[in-house]
T-cell receptor
Framework: NAGVTQTPKFQVLKTGQSMTLQCAQDMNHNSMYWYRQDPGMGLRLIYYSASEGTTDKGEVPNGYNVSRLNKREFSLRLESAAPSQTSVYFC??????????????FGPGTRLTVT | RKEVEQDPGPFNVPEGATVAFNCTYSNSASQSFFWYRQDCRKEPKLLMSVYSSGNEDGRFTAQLNRASQYISLLIRDSKLSDSATYLCVVNPSNAGNMLTFGGGTRLMVKP
């Protein structure tokens, strides 16, 4: 039971390049999330998917797109990377209903640098 | 004003000390509250939920003051392994399952 996995762990991009961050969970959760974490800013929600087939914008969606490929997988795409997107990206998942719906399980993160 | 505010610290305490963190939130209609722990260069993990009546889990006690819109976390008998960043987390009332995270308070426990 791996929980939430993310690839890659590290990435360096040049301004204007594109890339896709991959996330998968094996906990049969309905909801999945993408966050970015910057020093002093806390975790900020980029996009989320409440359930398979749905995606919605979070607090900071500009410059990103997402795909909920199936119940397990939720990817984040940067079409044209900018230095302001240098950050640590975390994927998370949770139940949609029930008492544990606020318990989000996080992946190990992707450290992205855009030069 | 940030939705969830925390003193970033760091709080430097000796082993065995008692330390308390506070956090304030701006949305008075928020319903659910949590503390997450994040070790250096690792992912956040749920530490405990915060209930209106206050709750305790071993050396950790969480309190909620709705009137003043603040949440506290008390750690007794600090251990070296408690060194981490503690994130105050709120579920705003109209946000479904989404969470709003504070910037975190860093704790360093020294021998």
């Amino acid at each position: 039971n791996a929980g939430v996995t993310q690839t890659p762990k590290f990435q360096v991009l040049k301004t204007g390049q594109s890339m896709t961050l991959q996330c998968a969970q094996d906990m049969n959760h309905n909801s999945m999330y993408w966050y970015r974490q910057d020093p002093g800013m806390g975790l900020r929600l980029i996009y989320y998917s409440a359930s398979e087939g749905t995606t919605d914008k979070g607090e900071v969606p500009n410059g990103y797109n997402v795909s909920r490929l199936n119940k397990r997988e939720f990817s984040l795409r940067l079409e044209s990377a900018a230095p302001s997107q240098t950050s640590v990206y975390f994927c998370a998942s949770s139940d949609l209903w029930g008492q544990r719906r606020y318990e989000q399980y996080f992946g190990p993160g992707t450290r992205l640098t855009v030069t | 004003r940030k939705e969830v505010e925390q003193d970033p610290g760091p709080f430097n305490v000796p082993e065995g000390a008692t330390v308390a963190f506070n956090c304030t939130y701006s949305n008075s209609a928020s319903q659910s509250f949590f503390w997450y722990r994040q070790d250096c260069r690792k992912e956040p993990k749920l530490l405990m939920s915060v209930y209106s009546s206050g709750n305790e889990d071993g050396r950790f006690t969480a309190q909620l003051n709705r009137a003043s819109q603040y949440i506290s976390l008390l750690i007794r008998d600090s251990k070296l392994s408690d060194s981490a960043t503690y994130l105050c987390v709120v579920n705003p009332s109209n946000a479904g399952n989404m969470l709003t995270f504070g910037g975190g308070t860093r704790l360093m426990v020294k021998p």
